[in-house]
C-alpha cells in the first residue's frame, strides 16, 4: 500500500501523531494515524502503519530507538508493518482474537491492496491487561470487538487517553470524509460484526471510559476531545445504525 505523504503533530507532552496519507481509491486518500510516546528506555508505536510507510516513520524518529509496539487491530493500515519491526528486535504486541488475521496476512478474501506479508507477534494483549510506560502512561487494554474480532483500546485513565483504533473516528472535514470512511468499512463487515461495535462503543460511554474530557486518540482522523466535539458518538452510532438497515 502506497503511502502518499505524511503529517507529524504533537499532541502532548511526549506523544506525537504521524498522520500517513494511503491511496484508496483515485478519488479517496485515507489517513491513517500512527502514535509514537516518548519513554526514557525509547519509543513506543501505538499501530505501526503499512509496510510502505517504515521510511516515513523512520524519518520522524530519527536515531531514536522503537522498542515496543501496540496494535489495536490487524488491518494492513495499523498493522502491515509488524513484520519489518519484529525483525529488527522490536516486541510486538496484538490482541489474542486477531492473531489469525495476522498471521495470513490481512482479512480472508481481502483484496490484494489490504494485504500484508503476515507475522506472528511477539506478545498478545488481552482485556483486563496493563501497559505501564516506564511510569508515564499506564494504559489498561479494552476489548471493542465490532471492527475486528480482537480490536482493542488503550485507556490511560489517569491522564484520561484513550488511544481508540477504528472503533471511533476522528472529525475529517467537518466530518463529511469520516462518514464515507466509517460507511465503506461497515458496508465490509457483517451484520453482527457492525452490531458488536454498536455495542462496544456504547460500552465505552455507559462504563465512563469515554468523558467529555477524556482526549480520543483515533485510527483515522485527528484527536479531539468530547467536548469540543459533542456530537461525534452520536454521529458514528447512527451511521452505524443506518448501515444495519441498508
Known amino acids: 500500500m502506497k503511502v502518499n505523504s505524511m503529517r ?27 502514535y509514537a510516546f516518548q519513554t526514557k528506555s525509547g519509543i513506543c508505536l501505538f499501530d505501526c502503519g503499512p509496510a510502505e510507510a517504515v521510511a516515513n516513520i523512520q524519518s520522524v524518529l530519527r ?25 529488527r528486535g522490536v516486541t510486538v504486541f496484538a490482541p489474542e482474537d486477531d492473531l489469525t488475521m495476522l498471521r495470513s496476512g490481512g482479512p480472508k478474501n481481502a483484496p490484494e491492496t489490504f494485504r500484508y506479508s503476515g507475522f506472528e507477534p511477539t506478545g498478545t494483549v488481552t482485556p483486563g491487561d496493563k501497559i505501564a510506560l516506564n511510569g508515564e502512561f499506564d494504559f489498561a487494554v479494552i476489548p471493542t470487538p465490532g471492527h475486528t474480532p480482537g480490536s482493542v483500546c488503550y485507556y490511560d485513565e489517569h491522564k484520561n487517553v484513550l488511544i481508540s483504533g477504528d472503533l471511533l473516528f476522528g472529525p475529517i472535514c467537518g466530518y463529511m470524509v469520516t462518514f464515507l470512511a466509517e460507511f465503506l468499512t461497515a458496508q465490509r463487515q457483517s451484520r453482527t460484526d457492525v452490531q458488536s461495535q454498536i455495542e462496544s462503543l456504547e460500552r465505552l460511554v ?20 468530547l467536548r469540543e466535539k459533542s456530537g461525534a458518538i452520536q454521529r458514528s452510532l447512527r451511521l452505524l445504525r443506518l448501515c444495519l438497515r441498508l
Open 8 to 34: 507529524i503533530q504533537e499532541i502532548q507532552r511526549g506523544i506525537k501523531r504521524i498522520q500517513l496519507e494511503l491511496p484508496v481509491l483515485k478519488i479517496l486518500k485515507l489517513h491513517c494515524n500512527v
Open 206 to 225: 455507559n462504563n465512563g471510559v469515554i468523558k467529555s474530557t477524556t482526549l480520543i486518540l483515533p485510527g483515522h482522523g485527528p484527536g479531539f476531545y
Open 63 to 87: 536515531v531514536e530507538q522503537v522498542n515496543k509496539v501496540f496494535l489495536t487491530h490487524g488491518h494492513v493500515d495499523h498493522a502491515g508493518s509488524g513484520e519489518y519491526w519484529i525483525k
